[in-house]
């Protein structure tokens, strides 16, 4: 696929918005003494006599207009312009027509006019019609934008030769013919496939690639290695390989982009946490670490020393990795790559959850966000009416982002299938993606997700939603019903909060909320909580 930006769309017209009526127009090209192997304007502007031009260009123009007056809209024309609209982007037409035909053939519509367009641009303007680039560049200009941030639609050679020439992407649309136009960056049957297209050039917003957009590119690269047990997917934080040993190989990698307080522990933990919900011991990382220009020495040892002490806590030796100062980043972005090593029965695979799994969640809701947000935004909370107590408690709750503990002892209970750690997008998102790996649905009571009192107090001080928050430190575990009751037990002694929050069902994957024993809506979150604030 062609790596592009879009900022407009132009539109062909005959063909495209538009639908033909009964006229044919090989038979004005008849008329005219035209071959039908020619293009029909150079035709006439090639006759010699002047009359004889004239005559030729009105009898051109009486049956566009008649062909206007018979034509009808393209199925999905009205429908693909408004949602074009809706998305912001700029919309214009560019036809070889007169803008008379255009007018009259647009009083078919029912919700489109010559208003809705930002440009027009037809034979009537100065530039030279297509296949020439000249309209396209003209167009792209009023439009504002540069023309390769322009895509040309159209279902004619000379819309794919204009566009490529100016250098447009460009769409064929084959109005299912089924035809292929080999120098068009894309080809579509209908107009509704365009928005689709279009997608794939608007702008992404900060997070998490959508989950309906990963796991199509994945599916589309997905590994042929027979080494590999686990590999990529939505939902999966780890890769597990046969190593060719007793022992598999787990690998994860995970960013700290929004931290400016304190990033070394937190690239320690959330990459330790990933490898935890395997059942695997982590065991070597390396790190890139990359500071914006005017970044001390001083701090990048403060850094650097966190990601020391960090590692030397959980038992994870520091490999190595890089550093650099660009400016390529404004605040300091650390990476962190883990590797470690499970047993082969030791490994906990999400695909082994089962109908009757009973659902349990550690801890509560945000916690990692709960920290970041009372150090970052501190004094906007103190404004807000927060006490010092609060802002304090939460700002601890960093030592408690780390699930090694409870996940090691959900991996001594062969009863246990599945654990998903709480990360960006919070405990909805993290439901949604342990239901997708695990290929089950899940039935989830919105009641019974713990929230702490401080994290409620932070996020309603700063307009955002607990379950949308980042959520290192809070462990979502699926075990065989029989033995939940054990494992909540085994947790609980060792002072980590446990508690039932839904089980597993059997249906395709997704999840079924409820609240009060009524059904509810499971909140969804595109970006992170977090991420929207900093934003």
Request: hydrophobic share 45%.
């Amino acid at each position: 696929m062609k790596a592009f930006c879009v900022k407009a769309v132009l539109f062909d017209f005959d063909g495209t918005l538009s639908r033909p009526g009964s006229l044919d127009f090989n038979w004005i090209k008849k008329e005219l003494g035209c071959p039908l192997d020619r293009p029909v304007l150079e035709f006439i502007r090639e006759l010699p006599d002047e009359t004889e031009r004239k005559r030729a260009m009105d009898a051109l123009n009486a049956f566009e207009q008649a062909g206007a007056e018979d034509s009808e809209p393209n199925l999905g024309a009205e429908e693909t312009v408004r949602a074009i609209r809706a998305l912001g982007l700029g919309v214009g037409l560019i036809t070889r027509n007169r803008l008379a035909s255009i007018e009259r053939a647009l009083e078919n519509f029912q919700h489109l006019t010559p208003s809705d367009f930002d440009v027009i641009v037809t034979r009537d303007h100065p530039p030279a019609p297509k296949p020439s680039p000249e309209g396209i560049l003209f167009a792209a200009d009023r439009l504002g934008v540069d023309v390769s941030e322009l895509v040309l639609v159209g279902d004619f050679v000379f819309d794919v030769l204009a566009g490529e020439r100016a250098g447009a992407v460009t769409v064929f649309l084959s109005n299912r013919r089924g035809e292929n136009h080999p120098r068009a960056d894309f080809t579509i049957g209908t107009l509704g496939e365009l928005l689709d297209i279009l997608r794939m050039g608007l702008s992404l917003r900060a997070g998490k690639l959508p989950n309906d957009l990963l796991v199509r590119f994945l599916s589309e690269f997905a590994p042929d290695d027979p080494s590999i047990r686990i590999g990529p997917g939505m939902g999966e934080d780890t890769a597990v390989v046969e190593a060719g040993g007793a022992e598999l190989l787990v690998m994860t990698s995970d960013p700290i982009t929004f931290a400016t307080d304190a990033a070394g522990i937190y690239a320690v933990a959330v990459n330790a946490n990933d490898m935890a919900t395997s059942g695997a011991l982590p065991r070597w990382m390396i790190t890139t670490l990359l500071f914006p220009i005017g970044t001390t020495p001083s701090q990048v040892r403060h850094l650097m020393g966190e990601l020391g002490v960090a590692c030397s806590r959980w038992g994870i030796t520091l490999c190595g990795g890089h550093t650099e100062i660009t400016d390529a980043v404004s605040r300091p972005v650390a990476v962190g790559t883990l590797v470690g090593t499970v047993s082969r029965e030791g490994l906990v695979d999400k695909r082994k959850m089962r109908p009757g799994d009973a659902l349990l969640m550690t801890k509560s809701a945000g916690l990692e966000g709960t920290a970041i947000l009372a150090r970052e935004f501190e004094d906007r909370l103190r404004q807000g009416g927060i006490g010092k107590d609060v802002l304090e408690r939460a700002s601890d709750l960093l030592s408690h982002i780390a699930i090694l503990e409870e996940a090691r002892i959900c991996a001594s209970f062969p009863a246990t299938s599945a654990m998903h750690d709480v990360t960006e997008g919070g405990v909805a998102t993290a439901l949604v993606e342990l239901s997708v790996a695990g290929g089950r649905g899940l039935r989830v009571d919105l009641e019974a997700v713990p929230v702490s009192e401080d994290t409620r107090c932070v996020a309603a001080g700063l307009g955002i939603d607990p379950l949308g928050l980042i959520g290192s430190g809070s462990l979502l575990i699926c075990c065989r019903p029989a033995e939940a009751p054990a494992l909540v037990e085994a947790i609980r002694s060792r002072a980590i909060p446990v508690r039932r929050i839904g089980e597993v069902i059997d249906r395709e994957p997704g999840v079924e909320a409820h609240r009060s024993g009524e059904p509810a809506i499971l909140p969804s979150f595109e970006v992170d909580e977090i991420t929207r604030l900093f934003g």
